[in-house]
T-cell receptor, first 114, second 113 residues
Framework: AQSVTQPDIHITVSEGASLELRCNYS??????LFWYVQSPGQGLQLLLK??????LVQGIKGFEAEFKRSQSSFNLRKPSVHWSDAAEYFC????????????FGGGTRLMVKP | NAGVTQTPKFRILKIGQSMTLQCTQD?????MYWYRQDPGMGLKLIYY???????DKGEVPNGYNVSRSTTEDFPLRLELAAPSQTSVYFC????????????FGPGTRLLVL
């Protein structure tokens, strides 16, 4: 069965600093991988996704993620964090054989210090 | 453009009561999903549907029922509410085909006392 692990439950960074959120997955075939962001009291918004091709994926709001098959990882990065990036971030793997079901990691809550 | 809408936004239920959480999408997506999100946890799939008249269980279906009579609507039914069903419920929709994005509604917060 597929699974996703986000090792960091909470991360605090200073505004302007760089950010990397970790995601490790387990899946038997080439995965479809997603990063979603959830602001307080809101639904989830897609930041970016990977399903083939270039392993460095660009997303919205200046985020990018790199798929590394050898490490089963799909880490999310941003070179300079803004206070508005404070939110919860979820990594997910998609199962294209079963209704495109997503399996989510437990999430990483990002706090930004002024 | 509304996208995925959910009603109600918030509800308090007593143990043993029943209710239906409504979900509607206007993007003509074949696939629809119900997830629950418990505090500090990721989302877990309750049920999904790949088209009108077709539904299937996800990871945590016990205590819930769904139906899909139209492409647009995918209601989630709780028959006998239990405190363990206190959660935030998200509906999502997406196109068929691998790697397609799921679009999420704003959620329904349910408290069972």
């Amino acid at each position: 069965a597929q699974s996703v692990t986000q090792p960091d439950i909470h991360i605090t960074v200073s505004e302007g600093a760089s950010l990397e959120l970790r995601c490790n997955y387990s899946y038997g075939a080439t995965p479809y991988l997603f990063w979603y962001v959830q602001s307080p009291g809101q639904g989830l918004q897609l930041l970016l996704k990977y399903f083939s091709g270039d392993t460095l994926v660009q997303g919205i709001k200046g985020f990018e993620a790199e798929f590394k098959r050898s490490q089963s990882s799909f880490n999310l990065r941003k070179p300079s964090v803004h206070w508005s990036d404070a939110a919860e971030y979820f990594c997910a793997v998609g199962d294209n054989n079963a209704g495109n079901m997503l399996t989510f990691g437990g999430g990483t809550r990002l706090m930004v210090k002024p | 453009n509304a996208g995925v809408t959910q009603t109600p936004k918030f509800r308090i239920l007593k143990i043993g009561q029943s209710m239906t959480l409504q979900c509607t999408q206007d993007m003509n997506h074949n696939y629809m999903y119900w997830y629950r999100q418990d505090p500090g946890m990721g989302l877990k799939l309750i049920y999904y549907s790949v088209g009108a008249g077709i539904t299937d269980k996800g990871e945590v279906p016990n205590g819930y029922n769904v139906s899909r009579s139209t492409t647009e609507d995918f209601p989630l039914r709780l028959e006998l509410a239990a405190p363990s069903q206190t959660s935030v419920y998200f509906c999502a929709s997406g196109q068929s085909g691998g790697g397609k994005t799921q679009y999420f509604g704003p959620g329904t917060r349910l408290l069972v006392l």
